[in-house]
């Protein structure tokens, strides 16, 4: 197990998931903290290039993933059915923990600043319905997987943590399509391999370029998000 690896093997504390969990979306992981003026002014967001700027376009997508649930958590449909917000609420606990660990390896290993705390906009999104709830977690679970898959092959394994960053990332790429298929059947039963995500003829999930993801994500975060230098 590397240094890298570490903090996807330490259990979040229980006491810091609550807060993150308790808090609304926009007072969670997500908000300004600490941030001049001019920071936090609306703009535009470069996510960086080479192996950095894959890993500001993962922490970003993790930020957006980790309010998101974390907001589900606090104000749960009121049509849930039984178990469910038991899932939710570890699925949460799971975003938070890639959400911080990707922040840490951007300190602590690639030896950088990451790229500012997002602000998330849920207002198309009416967390106390299900069908609502689960539409978006299936939107967000999809994008995820498939900004995971077209972002492994832009990681430079000539940096020396490279090889390191590749095999994390298909170790939270496959959390995340575990997330997915659940999510893609408890809205239609068997759904969760369906073409429009697994190609019938290669058997490969699919794949999105980061410009893409961003440009489908952007609907959900306030600031403007720049991914055209990522991996370059």
Not at 59 to 77: D, H, I, R, S
Not at 113 to 132: E, K, Q, W, Y
Not at 139 to 155: H, M, P, R, S, W
Not at 159 to 165: H, M, Q, R
Request: aromatic residues 8%; glycine residues 8%; charged residues 15%.
């Amino acid at each position: 197990m590397t240094d890298l690896d570490q903090p996807l093997y330490t259990p979040i504390k229980r006491r810091s998931f609550f807060m993150y969990a308790g808090a609304t979306a926009g007072a969670t992981a997500l908000i300004l903290a600490g941030c001049s003026k001019s920071d936090s002014e609306p703009g535009i967001v470069s996510l960086g290039s080479g192996n950095l700027g894959v890993l500001n376009y993962a922490y970003a997508l993790e930020q957006l993933e980790a309010a998101f649930y974390a907001q589900v958590v606090k104000t749960p449909a009121t049509d849930f059915q039984t178990g469910e917000l038991t899932y939710f609420t570890q699925v949460a606990m799971h975003e938070a923990i890639h959400r911080d660990f990707l922040k840490a390896a951007i300190i602590n290993v690639a030896k950088a600043t990451p790229i500012m705390d997002l602000t998330p906009n849920f207002s198309s999104i009416t967390f106390t319905s299900r069908a609502s709830v689960l539409g978006a977690a299936k939107a967000f679970e999809d994008l995820g997987v498939a900004a995971y898959n077209g972002a492994g092959k832009l990681i430079s394994v000539t940096d020396p943590n490279g090889a390191t960053y590749l095999t994390v990332a298909g170790k939270i790429v496959s959390v995340e399509a575990r997330h997915a298929a659940y999510i893609r059947d408890l809205i239609t039963p068997g759904s969760f391999a369906a073409d429009d995500q697994v190609d019938a003829t290669t058997g490969l999930d699919k794949s999105m370029t980061p410009v893409d993801v961003i440009m489908t994500a952007q609907t959900y975060i306030t600031q403007k998000l720049d991914a055209s230098s990522v991996g370059k």
